[in-house]
């Protein structure tokens, strides 16, 4: 998936790796998902997000590839019937299952993962992945080739009336608009949010070669008939010499597409537009001026005044030429008019606020804290799990600690080595924990009693912050 920043984003369906591309630079994080079997990448608020079915949780990605607040995914393990799809504005992840038929969300901002179920169809239907448009979210439902639109916010669902396509179709937004296309058929077209539908033919399906033009004119009565259309009456009279310049031929049809069984593409035939004759318009005489002699003018009565029967009439006349005029006088040149004082410009706008200085930058690190339980009276085991973590960039990794403490009859009380998990993922630690052994003996051959054990965690946040929890002694 591609984020707002431009970004290509890559993740391993079988090793769990991610690989991010920032223009040509290419980055790695290596087992970035700890089960990466049927994990996707979806974005929401135009950041990348990993969505784990596995473990049933989902986190923001930051800029360097770590991991941001972890929030849960209320689906049921095992079903893999579910789809995902993000928020275009929000940080949030929809989830729809096909078994269940409900629509679920997890809000990365907020953590909620359950006060969202709405049911949008009956159970055991196939679904596919849900697309939000302008606060709403539609869902396909393959089974029935009909859409539902979502209203989240208040809770309603309304459905296509009738079946849109058949088999798996697709859906996609397009500047607000939601387009769905049955690449197997001529059925395509646009779904509004009120769930009515407006299609669209993408070809003849009984001659896929013949263009399609979903809105062709009609002309009316009182349009004008193309030139080259049959039947339209007699063709127009020639041109004469006061008529105006023909227009330009049309250019030659685009040669067609290889590969495309319609043929080329035609523009469509918008018939009887063509505009009206412009009216005759008198050439002017660009002759010199004659001088004065006899001239004779011959005018054609052939016009629409004209009478059935054709007559010329000749008149003569006689004119003097009186060669041209002088100029007038323009008389005296008057002084331009005076501007007066330029305008008072007033004072200087006051400079803008600059507002609230930002925070400062977060070099704490995470607030961790951990708790430790012993398994029996024998303490062999003690199970260390993550009881609380925070940080506003978010956590990034753990570790937890243990150090045991026995008691030898012959030597006194013994502090063993430290044990300590490897980089976990903090909510795997806080909803799981980890178990620790007890490995001892005394010098001498004696049975060690174990006195206690102290347990703490460290951790990392994406910015690369370090910090330790309190140390908790386990009694």
Known sequence: MVDNDGRLWLLGSSSGDLAWFDGAEQHDRAAAVAHPEGAVLVAAGGSPVVVDP????????TDTGGSGRVVCLDIAPGDATVHFGGSAARRRVYSVSGDQGVLRVSDLDSGACKEVAISVFPGGNDLGDPWESQGRVFVPNFTTGTVAVVDVAEGRVVETPEAIAGGHFELFDHDGIVFYNDPDSDKAGVIQLDGTVTPVAKYNPDDPSEDVINAPHRPNANELASPAEPGAGSPPAAPGPTDPAPSPSPPPPPPPVPGDPRGPRRTADHRGQHPARAPRRQVPDTRPPPGPTSTTSTTDSTGPSASASSS????????????????PDPGPSL??????PPPDPGPPPPPPDPGPPPPPPDTDGPQLAVRGERSGPDFDLVAVTLSDYSDPSGVLSVRLHIVFRWFCPAGGEVTGSEQQTGDTDPFIANAFGWGFQSFASCLNGDVPSINGATVWATGIDTLGNGAESPHIDVP
């Open 54 to 61: 596995g473990t049933r949780t989902v986190w923001r990605l």
């Open 335 to 340: 002084p331009p008019p005076d501007p007066g």
């Open 312 to 327: 010329t009439s000749t008149s003569s006349s006689t004119t003097d030429n009186p060669g041209p005029l002088p100029p």
